[in-house]
């Protein structure tokens, strides 16, 4: 029996640019936030707007993906003769990937020729979206469904997630730190370092005064992680603070070549409600997390 073709999918918290996602054969579902008491889909104000909001003292609450709405996804790619991949948002952020698995179980029952592989990313915004960029050039070179299933699992702790924040109150509203630190932070001009770990949580690295400094720090940090893996293409995202991503752009091609092709997106509204404006993040392949 003839391999049936396949689409790739995954979660608008990839938060890809608009002009990389055009360029990509992949089908992107979208989480929801809640905002002033109005409920928006990812992507459906300006970022320009979201963030204003933000820094105007706005309350963004996110909400995770429920089974029906990948059903109903996944099922429309079945009937017309696909098989699905699709790669979640990190389980250790968010329940999407766990009703992702649902929806497949239940289709499964329902079409049982049929193949839907649901992989966990354990990666969080731009840094699930360069796997998925990654993982598009892989089947756009022909790599069959399960081949890059294993690869997706073989080489997704690889993908570094370093990151800094400008304003430690957004993380305090999610938990991450504690309000004493927040206050204090933000007294000194601390700003905390942060990655995302094996179990796709947000962990505190350390913390540095002053905002250039962890720009910096971003890229020593990347140094140190890189190890032997190529990075033809690097990923920035920023909480619309497009000059400071700039700066780390700047200083990722002067430590690791002109040639490396670094592409800048912002960070999207479920994950901007949680890091806040100022938020810039580098994602890279390494050794290790």
């Known amino acids: 029996m003839a391999e049936r073709p396949y689409k790739l999918y995954s979660d608008s918290t990839a938060d890809l640019s608009e002009e990389i996602l055009r360029d990509m054969d992949v089908s992107i579902v979208k989480l929801t936030f809640e905002m002033n008491g109005k409920n928006y889909a990812d992507g459906e104000i300006s970022m320009e707007a979201f963030y204003k909001k933000l820094r105007e003292g706005a309350v963004s609450k996110t909400a995770q993906i429920g089974p029906s709405t990948y059903e109903e996804a996944f099922e429309k790619e079945i009937l017309a003769g696909f098989d699905v991949l699709y790669l979640g948002f990190s389980s250790g952020l968010s329940g999407s990937y766990n009703s992702s698995c649902i929806a497949r179980d239940n289709l499964l029952e329902k079409y049982p020729d049929a193949k839907i592989i649901c992989i966990d990313s354990l990666c969080a915004s731009t840094g699930e979206g360069l796997l998925l960029y ?44 504690s309000a004493t630190a927040a206050f204090a932070g933000t007294l000194l001009g601390i700003k905390p370092l942060l990655h995302v770990d094996n179990d796709g949580h947000l962990i505190p690295l350390g913390k540095v005064r ?19 893996w190529e990075n033809p293409v690097v990923m920035i995202c920023h909480g619309d603070a497009r000059e400071d991503a700039e700066y780390v752009e700047k200083l990722v091609k002067e430590r690791f070549g002109k040639q490396t092709d670094v592409r800048l997106c912002y960070t999207g509204t479920v994950i901007g409600s949680h890091s806040g404006p100022g938020t810039i993040a580098l994602f890279f392949m390494g050794e290790e997390r």
């Not at 993982?135 to 990151?163: P, Q, R, Y």
């Open 134 to 177: 990654k993982a598009d050039e892989k089947k756009k070179s022909g790599m069959d469904i399960d081949n890059l299933a294993k690869w997706l699992e073989a080489t997704k702790l690889h993908l570094c997630h370093v990151f800094t924040v400008d304003d430690l109150k957004f993380l305090r509203r999610g938990g991450r730190v």
């Open 210 to 228: 002053g905002r250039k400094h962890s720009l910096e720090k971003l890229v020593d940090m990347m140094q140190e992680r890189v190890g032997g």
